[in-house]
């Protein structure tokens, strides 16, 4: 074995990103493809432009692999996760920005429209991590970023279900970075603030205003600005951080 060889099976770049066919999921996928790596992602119902990906693979001399898989069943994710390995290779990161709301003041809202949030933003984490973490203790390293939100550090308003599952992204991610340390495997979550993408363009434009009003820097984040963040904690540049959350929010939490 080479030393190039050793090197790729200690550090496999092989990505899988939940949620990767739109918004900040779709941007992580774009840009650990032109950081080198092979991408399998998931989403609900295929995107029309899923061929702009493939060639944009091309065009990098990479692979993708892509499937709908609902992150809420936990069987078709870890078929998902095999499927992957067997397409494109042992993984090296995951990537969780599957994630809905469902917004409503806690004195009318659902039993439906907590647990649909719950279960696609908490438990389809749990889901994603769960089917991974096994090939990647295989691999002894790895690297695990889970998105996040700021709402789910500082709470918000009509949104009691979706800060709850955020909430729970950052303590389920804080705990498994403790639990997985010792295999060369690190954990982090990504809290973003208010990025432009097709969740937040359902938007009434004066509680817009009233969110820019509030962030320092004067405007919403862009979901290639998220997904810098990602792949630098994919990345071996940040080897030493391991259960920390990145906040990137335009300064509104700080
Ligand atoms: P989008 O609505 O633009 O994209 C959501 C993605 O998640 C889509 O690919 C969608 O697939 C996929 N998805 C949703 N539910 C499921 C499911 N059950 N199984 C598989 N895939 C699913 O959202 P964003 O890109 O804006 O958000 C991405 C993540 O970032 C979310 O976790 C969100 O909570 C978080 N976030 C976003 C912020 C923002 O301001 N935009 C701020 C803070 C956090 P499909 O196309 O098939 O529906």
């Not at 779709?26 to 493939?54: H, Q, T």
């Not at 494109?88 to 439906?112: E, K, N, R």
């Not at 817009?208 to 962030?215: F, G, N, P």
Request: hydrophobic share 45%; aromatic share 6%.
């Amino acid at each position: 074995m080479t030393q190039a060889d050793s090197n790729a099976a200690k550090d496999p770049r092989v990505a899988l990103v939940t949620g990767g066919s739109r918004g900040i999921g779709r941007a992580v996928v774009e840009r650990l493809l032109a950081d080198g790596y092979d991408v399998s992602y998931c989403y609900r119902s295929r995107p029309a432009d899923a061929d702009l990906i493939e060639r944009l693979a091309e065009k990098h001399g990479r692979r993708v692999f892509e499937a709908a898989v609902d992150v809420t069943d936990a069987q078709a994710m870890a078929d998902f996760v095999a499927a992957s390995e067997k397409a494109l290779g042992p993984l090296g990161a995951v990537v969780t920005s599957a994630g809905i709301v469902s917004d409503a003041p806690l004195a009318t809202m659902s039993p439906d429209a907590w647990h649909s949030v719950i279960d696609t933003n908490l438990t389809g984490t749990y889901n994603a991590c769960r089917a991974a973490v096994f090939p990647l203790i295989k691999q002894q390293g790895g690297a695990i970023v889970n998105i996040s939100s700021v709402t789910g550090v500082h709470g918000n308003a009509t949104q009691s279900n979706y800060a709850a599952s955020k909430a729970g992204i950052i303590g389920f991610t804080k705990s498994l970075a403790k639990e997985v340390a010792r295999f060369g495997i690190r954990a982090n979550v990504v809290a973003p603030g208010l990025i432009a993408t097709d969740m937040t363009d359902g938007m009434n434009e004066k509680a817009r205003t009233k969110v820019l009003r509030h962030i320092p820097l004067g405007r919403a984040g862009t979901a290639a600005e998220v997904a810098d963040a990602v792949a630098f904690l994919v990345s071996e540049q940040s080897a030493y951080i391991t259960g920390q959350v990145l906040q990137i929010d335009g300064g509104i939490s700080g």
